[in-house]
T-cell receptor, first 109, second 115 residues
Framework: GQNIDQPTEMTATEGAIVQINCTYQTSGFNGLFWYQQHAGEAPTFLSYNVLDGLEEKGRFSSFLSRSKGYSYLLLKELQMKDSASYLCAVSFPGDKIIFGKGTRLHILP | DGGITQSPKYLFRKEGQNVTLSCEQNLNHDAMYWYRQDPGQGLRLIYYSQIVNDFQKGDIAEGYSVSREKKESFPLTVTSAQKNPTAFYLC??????????????FGEGSRLTVL
């Protein structure tokens, strides 16, 4: 199967840390992406994990466990501009890329 | 400047009409993708192409058609067979060569409304 699951909505406070989880049920998995999408705009790339472990890019980090079919996106020092949808996507052999339904993140002042 | 361009940005169509959405990239990418996004939803894959003159169906290909006659171009036709075509359509491209970071580059999207 190619199910990708992530929470529909999350709320966090400005300055705090939030973790957005993504689980996938798949075989032949190549890698996992995270994208940010503001309302009415195209998604923008955040990260791509192929190997197990944590990758850090500034305030954003992404973790992957291939054996558990699990990833998370960690956002630190939240800012109001981080209010957006966060999309988890998985790539398969043959370069098929499937997205989850996205997690809408609301940041409160 | 390198990038991916979609047109038109907004399009209105009467029921029963076919419409073609344009997608052009000058990034020299091999792979190109079409996704559909409905309000409050994620992206659903319509068609994708790894190389010129070849393309594959995604999860929701019914009622859509594509062509890939040139590396730079991947137009999507929404046919009258598509029962609920009103949506936001996104085209993307990605490099398949060694060292690809995995990043997909997206166009600005085309918003189709069926009247």
């Amino acid at each position: 199967g190619q199910n990708i699951d992530q929470p529909t909505e999350m709320t966090a406070t400005e300055g705090a840390i939030v973790q957005i989880n993504c689980t996938y049920q798949t075989s032949g998995f190549n890698g996992l992406f995270w994208y940010q999408q503001h309302a009415g705009e195209a998604p923008t790339f955040l990260s791509y994990n192929v190997l197990d472990g944590l990758e850090e890019k500034g305030r954003f980090s992404s973790f992957l466990s291939r054996s558990k079919g699990y990833s998370y996106l960690l956002l630190k020092e939240l800012q109001m501009k981080d209010s957006a949808s966060y999309l988890c996507a998985v790539s398969f052999p043959g370069d098929k890329i499937i997205f989850g339904k996205g997690t809408r993140l609301h940041i409160l002042p | 400047d390198g990038g991916i361009t979609q047109s038109p940005k907004y399009l209105f169509r009467k029921e029963g009409q076919n419409v073609t959405l344009s997608c052009e990239q000058n990034l020299n990418h091999d792979a190109m993708y079409w996704y559909r996004q409905d309000p409050g939803q994620g992206l659903r894959l319509i068609y994708y192409s790894q190389i010129v003159n070849d393309f594959q169906k995604g999860d929701i290909a019914e009622g859509y058609s594509v062509s890939r006659e040139k590396k730079e171009s991947f137009p999507l036709t929404v046919t009258s067979a598509q029962k609920n075509p009103t949506a936001f359509y996104l085209c993307a491209s990605g490099g398949l060569e060694g060292g690809w970071t995995g990043e997909l580059f997206f166009g600005e999207g085309s918003r189709l409304t069926v009247l």
